[in-house]
């Protein structure tokens, strides 16, 4: 499958970024204004193909990105012991050494928390079976609270 | 803690030998650049039965600084016919297509690229993809060549 046409929409930030595109090039003499302070801002992807700065994301944007750091930080975590059969992140195909930290999918597959975290923000589905991780931790509630 | 560019090359690195080690039939991969992990060249056989038959394309794989985190962009060097192939060799294949959610709903995360496409992985997918007859959006000029369509 493939979908590659462009949508004049799509995607267009030119607007958000300013005017960076023709600002002036730094005044090497040193008498000109100092630089605004800049600090290094996360980056978060809202949308594919789409990569933004934290402070340029719209509202709507900011909302889904919170909701999702939420939903990621109620996956459990944990310190790779090498007691459990998994030897192997298969994003970074690096293989776990003891006192990495893991994170566990509801699904049961585990990465490393760097690559997992990095991708969940990018798409919410596991990458090894592809079971949506929110519909996933859903089920997850349901049993545990069946059960109890 | 390797920082993500890090792990992008040492990745690809891993892939480039394991795929030198382990061949896939049909294809073969290399550095364009011997200093330049992010730029493969590889060469695909035309797969038998199909109309690539004995043919060789080589094309061009370029791997983005969040590799295995976004996908490399696949560009023919060779000319080749293929719906899915423009006039300038660019690739649209949705397992090459950035993660996420699309927000026409035409492709499901699924489809589309996945961190743990390897490369051997990727080109097994690759030749698969050359047997499809399945004419999608990219080359327009080529689906109003075929009668009927």
């Known amino acids: ?148 | 803690m390797a920082t993500p560019v890090d792990q992008g090359a040492l990745l690809l690195k891993r892939q480039l030998i394991d795929l030198q080690k382990k061949p896939v039939e049909g294809f073969s991969a290399g550095l364009i650049d011997d200093d330049d992990i992010y730029r493969w060249e590889v060469l695909i056989m035309g797969p038998q039965d199909t109309p690539y038959e004995d043919g060789f394309f080589k094309a061009h794989l370029t791997f983005p600084k969040e590799y295995p985190q976004k996908p490399p962009l696949l560009k023919f060097v060779s000319e080749i016919w293929h719906p899915n192939i423009d006039e300038n060799g660019e690739v649209c294949i949705s397992i090459l297509h950035e993660p996420g959610e699309d927000k026409y709903g035409y492709e499901r995360p699924e489809e589309r690229w996945l961190p743990i496409h390897t490369q051997t992985l990727t080109s097994n997918l690759l030749l698969m993809w050359m047997l499809q007859k399945t004419l999608e959006t990219t080359n327009l000029n080529s689906q109003k060549e075929l009668p009927g369509v």
Not at chain 1, 46 to 62: D, H, I, W, Y
Not at chain 1, 92 to 113: N, Q
Not at chain 1, 130 to 148: C, F, I, K, Q, R
């Open chain 1, 1 to 148: 499958m493939g979908n590659c046409l462009k949508s004049p929409t799509n995607d267009d930030i030119s607007l958000l970024r300013g005017n960076e595109g023709h600002s002036e090039p730094p005044d090497s003499s040193g008498l000109g204004p100092p630089p605004p302070y800049q600090e290094t801002v996360p980056v978060y992807h809202p949308t594919p193909n789409v990569s933004r700065p934290a402070n340029q994301l719209t509202e709507e944007e900011q909302i889904k990105i919170a909701q999702r750091l939420g939903l990621i930080n109620h996956l459990p975590t944990g310190i790779f012991d090498g007691s459990k059969k998994v030897r192997e992140c298969v994003i970074c195909m690096g293989e776990f050494a003891i006192g990495d930290s893991v994170r566990f999918l509801p699904c049961m597959h585990t990465y490393h928390k760097d690559c997992i975290d990095d991708w969940l923000m990018r798409s919410f589905t596991c990458p090894s079976c592809l079971e949506p991780v929110d519909a996933a931790l859903l089920t997850t509630y349901e049993t545990n609270s069946s059960s109890n």
